[in-house]
């Protein structure tokens, strides 16, 4: 299974970060499998923003919630996340992952990884 992230890597401060992680390989309807997303921000460890489930449920980071949304589409095999109003605090490099596992920061209780993407904000 390949997972591969796309979007903008430069987002002003107050906007909204939209990325989207393309699964290859692997089904993201398949059952109890649940697909992430996380991120690593300088001086801070690897933390899970949010993920959904194989029948479409959501859960998010509570530190995180009032700003966050991630949806899929089935067809394309993709999953998508949105962070609004976003501030330099949430420059970082963000991740997709999939596996049986979700809700963790450890980087081992995923299966499958995307390579990465930087995200910047600033004006």
């Known amino acids: 299974v390949q997972l591969q992230e796309s979007g903008p890597g430069l987002v002003k401060p107050s906007q909204t970060l939209s990325l989207t992680c393309t699964v290859s390989g692997g089904s993201i309807t398949s059952v109890d499998y649940y697909w992430s997303w996380l991120r690593q921000v300088p001086g801070k460890g690897l933390e899970w923003i949010g993920y959904?489930?194989?029948?479409?449920?959501?859960y998010y980071r509570p530190s995180l919630e009032s700003r966050t949304a991630i949806s899929r589409d089935t067809s394309k095999n993709q999953f998508s996340l949105r962070l609004i109003s976003v501030t330099p605090e949430d420059t970082g490099v963000y991740f997709c992952a999939g596996g049986r596992s979700a809700g963790v920061n450890s980087r081992s209780d995923y299966d499958y990884w995307g390579q990465g993407t930087q995200v910047t904000v600033s004006s």
């Open positions: 959904i489930t194989s029948t479409g449920n959501r």
